[in-house]
């Protein structure tokens, strides 16, 4: 800022009137000012200063020259203070102008002058004491002086650059950016008033350059450095005085250049730069004050160059500029510490780009000296401890020495303390310390070290906002962390946050910005890796897309060119693997190569490009088999390991992938040496992997994996047992939360099954389902690679129901392959195989249990598989032949023709597309075969016949002796040839059909669990040929073949069952060994008590399993009634009544504790009941065979029968142990007579019989012997066309007349069909007294006949409800299990009594007399609990019947038509009903009474009419003593009579003293009251007693 001058105020005459001693004064003030000037001595200043102040005492105030001495004495000491810094010098001169000021008032011509000097002296003022309020004066007192002094005014450029200047220091101190651009138009207007010569020209250019370049540090536009450099040039264009002032401003043109270049990237601005310096620096020559300084500048701009260029010669000259610099500092000089600096970061510049360790080297040792001569305090001492600690992550990043990460982070930590919030260095320190964490924390693999690593970055970026700088750093940072976080920890929503990051961080590179590069490279590694979770498609190619960019925008001869390449190459691979298109590997490859090519012989990236081609080619041959792929792939691979010697870093991973290609070699060509050689690589990768190397886990791994394989080879248990040791040490290394424990536990676990499939040792498969359940910990729901680990779990679980039986494993392995279908939606590569697995489970469970809902799912998961298996696809065989075997099995269940017509469709087209010599042929072949007989014996058809033996002809010349399957292929295609000779008795046909079935028989021995099917095969054969031909020698044997069949202890309980009816039929059709009947029964009802008891877990499954079709044929649906009729024949009536109790109410009977079922055991001894079931189901695991062919390759048959007659005997022995048991001797045998009596204490129990043979009534009493009573009226036939009657007359709901009628009719034929024999023994026989209590136990469809309501029906006859009391019960068992325990209630007690009332429930017709119902039993019972309405949900209803002993439903009651267990009671909405399930598994020990208003609660199941599975029967099972229910629909307003009519009697003698063995004679007053009032037959009949 220019003050005015004592030259430029002070006249050169004083007035004439002035005294001659100011005169005099004045004037040597001014000599000594002038001795100051010349000879720059500080005493001249004190003799002027001395002179002038003497004048002014003498110079009074009205005196004309008091401005000019005020003025002069202002600037002397205002100059004074400037030598001297004695601030009261600048105090008296600021007095002095505001004097001056005030002697020239506005409109005064000197006024600007006086305003000029006071606001120079105020600005000096303010940067002394920093005093806002002296800046704002000076400005305003500025402003008024330009004001003053107009365009024409030759001071007016000394008051623009005057005021500039105090706006820009205003600015300096608030940043308003107001005042810069004021500032700068000042300067802007005070350019052209000093033109070309002008003294002020220079001054005024160099303010313009200072205050733009001030201006683009806020705005960062580019025009103000652009304004810069050319008033730069302008200045340069100047006659200058000397080479100084040329160098400075060449030097402050550099820097601009250099600014220019930061921001457009423009090479000609940082070359001119460069040019400038080099200039300067011949203008400041060695000895020059600022030489080393440019020195430094230069190198700066060099190093620059070369970060843009990427020319070493820049970096090497640059580095030899900084020794040169550094050889001028000295270890006492003050700028040694900068110049240790600057030559330590060029070093490790290049040393990351030739990998020269003595650059490396170099750098630390001088940043160790540099932060030696920086201790705590120094203000360079951060910057030294940052830059050391870059250098040692570099080295860290070479060496794999975790020291120099460590010692890194703790410089970066100490670097990071020194630089508090507000320090601009400490974004860099944040970010080079979110580096290094970053890299520590991939290292020791915990999360908290990457959480600091992040917390580090997002520290640097929110300060970057704060600063308003630029972030991109910062954000590519954060991105990198979140990646490495996701890499660890696996959550998805760190991938995202990582692809956001690099997402902004792109918006910020446009095209042609130099670290565009490396942002397209993050954001395209990172999408990549999202692409490969989630298997979005867009993100592939989205990522593909910016790789394609990066390699366009860089240029072939960069160093980066060739990790673009592989970039790209490895996001073309990724594609290839979803879209299987041949571009893309091809493409790939052909990337690779070019990289390869780039990399010659000694290049130091030559090993990577050898490794990656190779995994390329690897990855082609997976898919197009072109061995030349795989040979390439290998010849690389060699060759990088040969680039990596002994102790060389790289030679690990070369080992891993020589050993992975040699052994995809071996599987293909099978040459034992590639498979030794794979060994080899692997054992030296492990020895180069000692106890504690980071990389002995993969080893462990790759080692364990090819073991494994030459096993499988080999069958060199050393091997598998050597895999198991290494993949058990792998995981060892892989402790609980090791983010790669997931690799390891899938490892072993498949290595354990390889074991057990070997060994049949139940531990490796359990440590193996161990492994399995631990991985999912890894892998929590919704992480798409969740399906692998569940498909794993789900195929050991369903080997361990094979082995166990435990139906607990298929309903989890089922559960398991649902939830890989959800995470494997339509376009999932493995959704195809993931359907076929759960079919497979679905299809298991089926055999198991019978459930339909089971194989419908699995033929629509086959059927969709199929949808995404074109033809050609691995999978679409299998699939075929899947649902082909799926749809067999519905045929079997519905009997429908399409399924079958669509299941030999399937086989055909599977045979169309495999080849001859396709292994699976054969098998594809024989379930054909089986398909078109059974499509046979429906259509009649011998072209399906035909067909069938010529593909089983075929198929057995292509099978020789010691196939697998020609015993299957010779049973088949017997039993085709007898199926034709059934047809033309063609006696030839049977003839070859009987020497096929021998000769599969020969090839089963005895222990074969498939020998059954050979033997009955066989015996069917010879029974044919004997109806045939009558040869006795044919039947004998016939029926020998089926014994022998039934007691093949090691083959299936439910074939046993078959073969051993099929002996009973033979012998009962052909009367030949009747002698051996009561034997065949006994054994036949064995089997069964077997095959129910343990074929399934869940009571529903049995009854589905009962309802098959194919159940007829295996078992026999009457077989108990069958045998009855029997022992009945033979006058065994005891035997007749054990064989009913036995055969009838199976599924019940497993739900009771009469007959110690196993849940009875397992309370007593949990360990022998899971053993005995998990042997029972292991013998039957062919339940229900459906004929269709599924043989394990591999499968030696002789380790089959060892295994299977090692389970029988272990069976035989655990059935011995469990008999042992107290209370168990009767387990699994008939239960004796004179226990089953018992059921007769309170009147006789009356079994009917149904069956073909014969029809009989056996009535037991409790005494003596037990009364037959003949039905012969009572064929299947009759009381099948009864129980139709019965059925359409409740359902149809005829005319109130034509109802009674029928029903009428109806009653009679029971009574005379059934009904009055029994009675008359009664009444005859007996002599039971009138009123007397009886119990019904019919079979067959004998059950659904209201047998209790029969009777003559005419004038003076006496029906059965006149004469007796009836109830009934499932069987006899369930009457004596009511009767257990019993206790009546004390005198004391009443019942407790809950009704449950529902007069509304959603979907249901309205009930309005339930609450008059509900209101008529409260008047008896006042305190009973009602649930009603809203409150009538399924667990509310549930937890009140555990704490009841009576109660009462008023509501709705639905008796399911397929599935009985799913009959219910309708309570609140469809969601809350009661079913009967529900209500057998809540078990009620202390319940006594059930009455039932609702309908259909007793109706039963005509599909399995023996089993009495009705709710009725339920509540009676659950524990409850009596039960009374309905057969049919029941009318509404019948409950408050029956409901009052029962209550009255039950409370007859008060409420404390009731008895629930009243309940059946209560039932009758109840219906006795109905038939008063006259209501139709339908309507009263319906009531019916169960229990006591």
Same mark, same amino acid.
């Given at each position: 800022?220019?003050?005015?001058?004592?030259?430029?105020?002070?006249?050169?005459?004083?007035?004439?009137?002035?005294?001659?001693?100011?005169?005099?004064?004045?004037?040597?003030?001014?000599?000594?000012?002038?001795?100051?000037?010349?000879?720059?001595?500080?005493?001249?200043?004190?003799?002027?200063? &001395?002179?002038?102040?003497?004048?002014?005492?003498?110079?009074?105030?009205?005196?004309?020259?008091?401005?000019?001495?005020?003025?002069?004495?202002?600037?002397?000491?205002?100059?004074?203070?400037?030598?001297?810094?004695?601030?009261?010098?600048?105090?008296?001169?600021?007095?002095?102008?505001?004097?001056?000021?005030?002697?020239?008032?506005?409109?005064?011509?000197?006024?600007?002058?006086?305003?000029?000097?006071?606001?120079?002296?105020?600005?000096?003022?303010?940067?002394?004491?920093?005093?806002?309020?002296?800046?704002?004066?000076?400005?305003?007192?500025?402003?008024?002086?330009?004001?003053?002094?107009?365009?024409?005014?030759?001071?007016?450029?000394?008051?623009?650059?005057?005021?500039?200047?105090?706006?820009?220091?205003?600015?300096?101190?608030?940043?308003?950016?107001?005042?810069?651009?004021?500032?700068?138009?000042?300067?802007?207007?005070?350019?052209?008033?000093?033109?070309?010569?002008?003294?002020?020209?220079?001054?005024?250019?160099?303010?313009?350059?200072?205050?733009?370049?001030?201006?683009?540090?806020?705005?960062?536009?580019?025009?103000?450095?652009?304004?810069?450099?050319?008033?730069?040039?302008?200045?340069?264009?100047?006659?200058?005085?000397?080479?100084?002032?040329?160098?400075?401003?060449?030097?402050?043109?550099?820097?601009?250049?250099?600014?220019?270049?930061?921001?457009?990237?423009?090479?000609?601005?940082?070359?001119?730069?460069?040019?400038?310096?080099?200039?300067?620096?011949?203008?400041?020559?060695?000895?020059?004050?600022?030489?080393?300084?440019?020195?430094?500048?230069?190198?700066? &701009?060099?190093?620059?160059?070369?970060?843009?260029?990427?020319?070493?010669?820049?970096?090497?000259?640059?580095?030899?500029?900084?020794?040169?610099?550094?050889?001028?500092?000295?270890?006492?000089?003050?700028?040694?510490?900068?110049?240790?600096?600057?030559?330590?970061?060029?070093?490790?510049?290049?040393?990351?780009?030739?990998?020269?360790?003595?650059?490396?080297?170099?750098?630390?040792?001088?940043?160790?000296?540099?932060?030696?001569?920086?201790?705590?305090?120094?203000?360079?001492?951060?910057?030294?401890?940052?830059?050391?600690?870059?250098?040692?992550?570099?080295?860290?990043?070479?060496?794999?020495?975790?020291?120099?990460?460590?010692?890194?982070?703790?410089?970066?930590?100490?670097?990071?303390?020194?630089?508090?919030?507000?320090?601009?260095?400490?974004?860099?320190?944040?970010?080079?310390?979110?580096?290094?964490?970053?890299?520590?924390?991939?290292?020791?693999?915990?999360?908290?070290?990457?959480?600091?690593?992040?917390?580090?970055?997002?520290?640097?970026?929110?300060?970057?906002?704060?600063?308003?700088?630029?972030?991109?750093?910062?954000?590519?940072?954060?991105?990198?962390?979140?990646?490495?976080?996701?890499?660890?920890?696996?959550?998805?929503?760190?991938?995202?946050?990582?692809?956001?990051?690099?997402?902004?961080?792109?918006?910020?590179?446009?095209?042609?910005?130099?670290?565009?590069?490396?942002?397209?490279?993050?954001?395209?590694?990172?999408?990549?890796?999202?692409?490969?979770?989630?298997?979005?498609?867009?993100?592939?190619?989205?990522?593909?897309?910016?790789?394609?960019?990066?390699?366009?925008?860089?240029?072939?001869?960069?160093?980066?060119?060739?990790?673009?390449?592989?970039?790209?190459?490895?996001?073309?691979?990724?594609?290839?693997?979803?879209?299987?298109?041949?571009?893309?590997?091809?493409?790939?490859?052909?990337?690779?190569?070019?990289?390869?090519?780039?990399?010659?012989?000694?290049?130091?990236?030559?090993?990577?490009?050898?490794?990656?081609?190779?995994?390329?080619?690897?990855?082609?041959?997976?898919?197009?088999?072109?061995?030349?792929?795989?040979?390439?792939?290998?010849?690389?691979?060699?060759?990088?390991?040969?680039?990596?010697?002994?102790?060389?870093?790289?030679?690990?991973?070369?080992?891993?992938?020589?050993?992975?290609?040699?052994?995809?070699?071996?599987?293909?060509?099978?040459?034992?040496?590639?498979?030794?050689?794979?060994?080899?690589?692997?054992?030296?990768?492990?020895?180069?992997? &000692?106890?504690?190397?980071?990389?002995?886990?993969?080893?462990?791994?790759?080692?364990?994996?090819?073991?494994?394989?030459?096993?499988?080879?080999?069958?060199?248990?050393?091997?598998?047992?050597?895999?198991?040791?290494?993949?058990?040490?792998?995981?060892?290394?892989?402790?609980?939360?090791?983010?790669?424990?997931?690799?390891?536990?899938?490892?072993?676990?498949?290595?354990?099954?390889?074991?057990?499939?070997?060994?049949?040792?139940?531990?490796?498969?359990?440590?193996?389902?161990?492994?399995?359940?631990?991985?999912?910990?890894?892998?929590?729901?919704?992480?798409?690679?969740?399906?692998?680990?569940?498909?794993?779990?789900?195929?050991?679980?369903?080997?361990?129901?094979?082995?166990?039986?435990?139906?607990?494993?298929?309903?989890?392995?089922?559960?398991?392959?649902?939830?890989?279908?959800?995470?494997?939606?339509?376009?999932?590569?493995?959704?195809?195989?993931?359907?076929?697995?759960?079919?497979?489970?679905?299809?298991?469970?089926?055999?198991?249990?019978?459930?339909?809902?089971?194989?419908?799912?699995?033929?629509?998961?086959?059927?969709?598989?199929?949808?995404?298996?074109?033809?050609?696809?691995?999978?679409?065989?299998?699939?075929?032949?899947?649902?082909?075997?799926?749809?067999?099995?519905?045929?079997?269940?519905?009997?429908?023709? &399409?399924?079958?017509?669509?299941?030999?469709?399937?086989?055909?087209?599977?045979?169309?597309?495999?080849?001859?010599?396709?292994?699976?042929?054969?098998?594809?072949?024989?379930?054909?075969?089986?398909?078109?007989?059974?499509?046979?014996?429906?259509?009649?058809?011998?072209?399906?016949?035909?067909?069938?033996?010529?593909?089983?002809?075929?198929?057995?010349?292509?099978?020789?002796?010691?196939?697998?399957?020609?015993?299957?292929?010779?049973?088949?295609?017997?039993?085709?040839?007898?199926?034709?000779?059934?047809?033309?008795?063609?006696?030839?046909?049977?003839?070859?059909?009987?020497?096929?079935?021998?000769?599969?028989?020969?090839?089963?021995?005895?222990?074969?669990?498939?020998?059954?099917?050979?033997?009955?095969?066989?015996?069917?054969?010879?029974?044919?040929?004997?109806?045939?031909?009558?040869?006795?020698?044919?039947?004998?044997?016939?029926?020998?073949?089926?014994?022998?069949?039934?007691?093949?202890?090691?083959?299936?309980?439910?074939?046993?069952?078959?073969?051993?009816?099929?002996?009973?039929?033979?012998?009962?059709?052909?009367?030949?060994?009747?002698?051996?009947?009561?034997?065949?029964?006994?054994?036949?009802?064995?089997?069964?008590?077997?095959?129910?008891?343990?074929?399934?877990?869940?009571?529903?499954?049995?009854?589905?399993?009962?309802?098959?079709?194919?159940?007829?044929?295996?078992?026999?649906?009457?077989?108990?009634?069958?045998?009855?009729?029997?022992?009945?024949?033979?006058?065994?009536?005891?035997?007749?009544?054990?064989?009913?109790?036995?055969?009838?109410?199976?599924?019940?009977?497993?739900?009771?504790?009469?007959?110690?079922?196993?849940?009875?055991?397992?309370?007593?001894?949990?360990?022998?009941?899971?053993?005995?079931?998990?042997?029972?189901?292991?013998?039957?695991?062919?339940?229900?065979?459906?004929?269709?062919?599924?043989?394990?390759?591999?499968?030696?048959?002789?380790?089959?029968?060892?295994?299977?007659?090692?389970?029988?005997?272990?069976?035989?022995?655990?059935?011995?142990?469990?008999?042992?048991?107290?209370?168990?001797?009767?387990?699994?045998?008939?239960?004796?007579?004179?226990?089953?009596?018992?059921?007769?204490?309170?009147?006789?129990?009356?079994?009917?019989?149904?069956?073909?043979?014969?029809?009989?009534?056996?009535?037991?009493?409790?005494?003596?012997?037990?009364?037959?009573?003949?039905?012969?009226?009572?064929?299947?036939?009759?009381?099948?066309?009864?129980?139709?009657?019965?059925?359409?007359?409740?359902?149809?709901?005829?005319?109130?007349?034509?109802?009674?009628?029928?029903?009428?009719?109806?009653?009679?034929?029971?009574?005379?069909?059934?009904?009055?024999?029994?009675?008359?023994?009664?009444?005859?026989?007996?002599?039971?007294?009138?009123?007397?209590?009886?119990?019904?136990?019919?079979?067959?469809?004998?059950?659904?006949?209201?047998?209790?309501?029969?009777?003559?029906?005419?004038?003076?006859?006496?029906?059965?409800?006149?004469?007796?009391?009836?109830?009934?019960?499932?069987?006899?068992?369930?009457?004596?299990?009511?009767?257990?325990?019993?206790?009546?209630?004390?005198?004391?007690?009443?019942?407790?009594?809950?009704?449950?009332?529902?007069?509304?429930?959603?979907?249901?017709?309205?009930?309005?007399?339930?609450?008059?119902?509900?209101?008529?039993?409260?008047?008896?019972?006042?305190?009973?609990?009602?649930?009603?309405?809203?409150?009538?949900?399924?667990?509310?209803?549930?937890?009140?019947?555990?704490?009841?002993?009576?109660?009462?439903?008023?509501?709705?009651?639905?008796?399911?038509?397929?599935?009985?267990?799913?009959?219910?009671?309708?309570?609140?909405?469809?969601?809350?009903?009661?079913?009967?399930?529900?209500?057998?598994?809540?078990?009620?020990?202390?319940?006594?009474?059930?009455?039932?208003?609702?309908?259909?609660?007793?109706?039963?199941?005509?599909?399995?009419?023996?089993?009495?599975?009705?709710?009725?029967?339920?509540?009676?099972?659950?524990?409850?003593?009596?039960?009374?229910?309905?057969?049919?629909?029941?009318?509404?307003?019948?409950?408050?009579?029956?409901?009052?009519?029962?209550?009255?009697?039950?409370?007859?003698?008060?409420?404390?003293?009731?008895?629930?063995?009243?309940?059946?004679?209560?039932?009758?007053?109840?219906?006795?009251?109905?038939?008063?009032?006259?209501?139709?037959?339908?309507?009263?009949?319906?009531?019916?007693?169960?229990?006591?």
């Amino acid at each position: 800022m220019d003050a005015a001058s004592p030259v430029d105020v002070v006249t050169p005459s004083v007035e004439s009137d002035v005294h001659e001693f100011i005169r005099s004064a004045f004037m040597a003030g001014s000599a000594a000012w002038d001795e100051f000037h010349s000879f720059n001595r500080y005493d001249d200043l004190c003799v002027c200063i &001395a002179h002038y102040k003497k004048a002014l005492g003498l110079c009074p105030a009205s005196h004309p020259n008091r401005s000019l001495i005020l003025n002069n004495l202002g600037l002397a000491l205002q100059t004074r203070f400037k030598v001297n810094g004695e601030f009261p010098d600048l105090e008296e001169s600021i007095d002095l102008y505001q004097e001056d000021l005030l002697l020239h008032p506005v409109n005064h011509p000197d006024r600007s002058s006086s305003l000029n000097n006071l606001a120079c002296a105020l600005v000096l003022r303010f940067d002394t004491n920093n005093s806002v309020s002296d800046l704002d004066q000076c400005i305003k007192h500025h402003r008024e002086a330009l004001s003053l002094r107009s365009t024409s005014n030759i001071e007016r450029s000394v008051s623009l650059g005057n005021l500039g200047y105090a706006l820009l220091v205003r600015f300096n101190r608030t940043e308003e950016m107001a005042d810069l651009d004021e500032c700068i138009q000042h300067h802007q207007e005070c350019l052209p008033l000093c033109p070309i010569g002008h003294p002020r020209r220079s001054t005024t250019l160099r303010n313009l350059e200072v205050t733009l370049r001030a201006r683009f540090g806020r705005t960062r536009q580019l025009s103000d450095i652009d304004k810069c450099i050319r008033y730069h040039r302008d200045e340069l264009s100047l006659p200058l005085t000397h080479d100084l002032d040329r160098s400075a401003i060449l030097d402050s043109l550099a820097s601009a250049l250099l600014i220019r270049f930061e921001e457009k990237h423009e090479m000609v601005s940082v070359d001119e730069g460069i040019q400038c310096y080099r200039e300067v620096l011949r203008l400041r020559p060695i000895g020059h004050p600022e030489h080393s300084e440019t020195l430094r500048y230069l190198a700066n &701009a060099l190093l620059q160059r070369y970060k843009q260029g990427g020319d070493s010669i820049n970096l090497d000259e640059c580095i030899s500029l900084y020794k040169e610099d550094l050889l001028l500092c000295p270890p006492s000089h003050p700028r040694r510490p900068a110049a240790l600096g600057h030559l330590a970061v060029a070093l490790v510049t290049r040393f990351k780009l030739e990998e020269e360790m003595q650059d490396l080297e170099d750098c630390i040792e001088y940043h160790r000296e540099n932060l030696a001569l920086c201790p705590i305090g120094h203000p360079g001492r951060s910057a030294t401890l940052n830059n050391l600690g870059i250098a040692l992550q570099a080295r860290f990043e070479n060496n794999s020495d975790k020291s120099d990460l460590e010692e890194c982070i703790q410089h970066h930590l100490e670097a990071l303390s020194l630089r508090p919030i507000g320090n601009p260095d400490r974004v860099a320190s944040l970010i080079n310390l979110g580096i290094a964490t970053r890299l520590w924390a991939k290292e020791t693999r915990k999360l908290a070290d990457i959480d600091r690593s992040i917390g580090y970055h997002r520290e640097s970026l929110s300060l970057r906002r704060i600063n308003r700088s630029d972030p991109f750093f910062a954000l590519n940072n954060l991105g990198s962390a979140f990646k490495t976080r996701y890499e660890q920890g696996g959550e998805m929503a760190d991938l995202d946050a990582c692809v956001g990051y690099h997402q902004e961080a792109l918006e910020l590179r446009p095209i042609g910005h130099p670290d565009r590069s490396s942002a397209l490279n993050s954001l395209g590694t990172a999408l990549r890796a999202r692409f490969e979770q989630r298997e979005e498609l867009a993100d592939l190619e989205t990522c593909i897309s910016y790789h394609r960019e990066d390699l366009r925008q860089c240029p072939i001869n960069s160093s980066h060119h060739s990790t673009i390449l592989g970039n790209l190459a490895v996001a073309l691979m990724t594609q290839f693997n979803q879209t299987v298109k041949r571009s893309h590997i091809d493409e790939c490859i052909v990337l690779h190569q070019e990289c390869l090519r780039m990399c010659p012989a000694g290049h130091r990236e030559r090993s990577a490009a050898l490794s990656n081609l190779g995994a390329a080619l690897l990855m082609r041959f997976k898919q197009y088999s072109q061995i030349v792929d795989l040979n390439d792939c290998i010849s690389y691979h060699t060759e990088d390991l040969s680039l990596s010697p002994l102790r060389h870093p790289g030679r690990l991973a070369a080992l891993n992938n020589l050993g992975i290609a040699l052994i995809t070699r071996f599987q293909q060509t099978s040459k034992v040496v590639d498979l030794e050689k794979c060994v080899e690589c692997h054992r030296e990768a492990l020895s180069l992997s &000692a106890i504690g190397h980071p990389d002995r886990i993969f080893a462990l791994n790759n080692l364990g994996s090819a073991l494994h394989t030459r096993f499988e080879q080999t069958a060199k248990m050393v091997d598998l047992q050597e895999a198991i040791g290494y993949q058990k040490e792998a995981l060892s290394l892989r402790p609980v939360g090791h983010p790669d424990r997931s690799v390891s536990l899938i490892n072993l676990g498949n290595a354990l099954k390889t074991r057990f499939l070997q060994e049949d040792d139940m531990a490796d498969l359990e440590e193996c389902i161990k492994c399995y359940r631990e991985d999912l910990v890894y892998c929590p729901a919704g992480r798409l690679d969740r399906s692998m680990i569940v498909g794993n779990l789900g195929a050991a679980l369903l080997l361990r129901f094979g082995k166990g039986g435990d139906a607990a494993d298929v309903d989890e392995c089922i559960k398991y392959g649902r939830e890989a279908l959800s995470l494997r939606p339509v376009g999932h590569s493995e959704r195809a195989s993931t359907l076929n697995n759960v079919s497979i489970a679905l299809a298991t469970r089926f055999k198991q249990r019978g459930e339909p809902a089971d194989l419908v799912e699995c033929i629509g998961h086959l059927q969709d598989c199929l949808a995404i298996c074109p033809m050609g696809h691995s999978l679409r065989s299998k699939t075929l032949n899947n649902l082909g075997t799926a749809l067999t099995e519905r045929y079997e269940q519905r009997s429908e023709l &399409a399924d079958l017509s669509e299941c030999i469709g399937y086989y055909r087209e599977d045979l169309l597309v495999s080849p001859l010599d396709n292994p699976s042929r054969p098998r594809t072949l024989i379930n054909l075969s089986n398909a078109l007989t059974r499509r046979f014996s429906r259509s009649r058809s011998l072209d399906d016949l035909a067909e069938c033996i010529g593909h089983l002809r075929q198929c057995l010349s292509s099978c020789q002796s010691t196939h697998p399957l020609r015993a299957t292929i010779l049973d088949s295609l017997g039993s085709a040839l007898l199926s034709r000779f059934e047809v033309t008795n063609e006696i030839a046909d049977v003839n070859e059909c009987i020497r096929d079935h021998r000769e599969a028989l020969s090839l089963h021995p005895i222990g074969d669990p498939d020998r059954i099917i050979s033997l009955h095969n066989l015996g069917y054969a010879l029974q044919c040929r004997y109806k045939s031909g009558a040869d006795a020698a044919d039947i004998e044997e016939c029926i020998l073949r089926y014994r022998e069949a039934a007691e093949h202890i090691t083959s299936s309980v439910s074939m046993r069952l078959h073969a051993s009816n099929s002996r009973i039929s033979a012998i009962r059709q052909f009367k030949y060994g009747s002698e051996f009947l009561g034997e065949a029964y006994a054994s036949s009802l064995d089997l069964l008590d077997r095959s129910i008891l343990v074929a399934a877990s869940r009571v529903s499954g049995s009854h589905a399993r009962m309802t098959n079709p194919s159940f007829d044929n295996l078992r026999g649906r009457n077989l108990a009634a069958d045998a009855a009729s029997h022992a009945i024949e033979v006058g065994q009536l005891k035997a007749a009544v054990e064989v009913l109790e036995r055969g009838r109410a199976l599924l019940f009977t497993q739900l009771g504790n009469y007959r110690a079922p196993l849940n009875d055991l397992a309370a007593i001894d949990q360990e022998l009941s899971g053993r005995f079931r998990k042997l029972s189901a292991a013998i039957d695991l062919s339940t229900l065979s459906d004929g269709s062919v599924e043989i394990e390759d591999g499968v030696d048959v002789k380790d089959i029968v060892a295994r299977r007659q090692k389970e029988a005997a272990e069976w035989d022995r655990t059935l011995e142990e469990i008999r042992r048991l107290e209370g168990f001797k009767n387990f699994l045998r008939i239960t004796p007579f004179d226990c089953l009596k018992g059921a007769a204490k309170n009147g006789p129990v009356i079994l009917i019989n149904i069956s073909k043979y014969r029809s009989d009534a056996v009535i037991v009493r409790e005494t003596g012997e037990p009364l037959l009573v003949p039905l012969p009226e009572a064929t299947p036939f009759n009381i099948r066309a009864l129980a139709d009657t019965i059925t359409q007359t409740t359902t149809a709901r005829p005319e109130e007349n034509e109802s009674n009628r029928i029903l009428q009719d109806l009653l009679r034929d029971i009574w005379r069909i059934i009904a009055e024999p029994i009675v008359v023994q009664l009444e005859r026989t007996m002599r039971l007294p009138r009123g007397s209590r009886i119990w019904w136990i019919p079979t067959s469809l004998a059950w659904l006949l209201p047998i209790h309501a029969s009777g003559p029906y005419q004038q003076g006859g006496r029906n059965l409800p006149d004469r007796f009391v009836s109830s009934y019960a499932p069987n006899m068992s369930a009457l004596i299990r009511a009767r257990i325990g019993f206790q009546p209630i004390l005198k004391t007690s009443r019942p407790r009594l809950m009704i449950v009332a529902q007069s509304g429930a959603e979907g249901e017709q309205p009930l309005p007399n339930v609450h008059n119902e509900v209101a008529l039993i409260c008047q008896f019972a006042p305190q009973a609990r009602v649930i009603e309405g809203d409150e009538c949900a399924r667990d509310t209803v549930l937890n009140g019947l555990k704490d009841t002993t009576w109660v009462h439903f008023a509501c709705h009651g639905n008796q399911h038509p397929t599935e009985p267990f799913k009959s219910h009671f309708s309570l609140r909405t469809r969601d809350t009903s009661l079913t009967l399930l529900d209500i057998i598994r809540n078990g009620l020990p202390e319940a006594e009474l059930a009455v039932l208003s609702a309908c259909h609660s007793a109706a039963g199941d005509k599909s399995t009419p023996d089993e009495i599975i009705h709710l009725a029967a339920g509540m009676l099972f659950a524990g409850f003593r009596n039960v009374v229910g309905t057969m049919w629909a029941m009318v509404d307003e019948d409950g408050p009579v029956i409901a009052e009519e029962f209550y009255k009697y039950m409370f007859r003698n008060g409420p404390e003293a009731v008895d629930c063995r009243d309940s059946a004679k209560a039932l009758d007053m109840g219906v006795r009251m109905l038939r008063r009032r006259r209501v139709p037959l339908e309507r009263w009949i319906n009531f019916v007693h169960y229990g006591m």
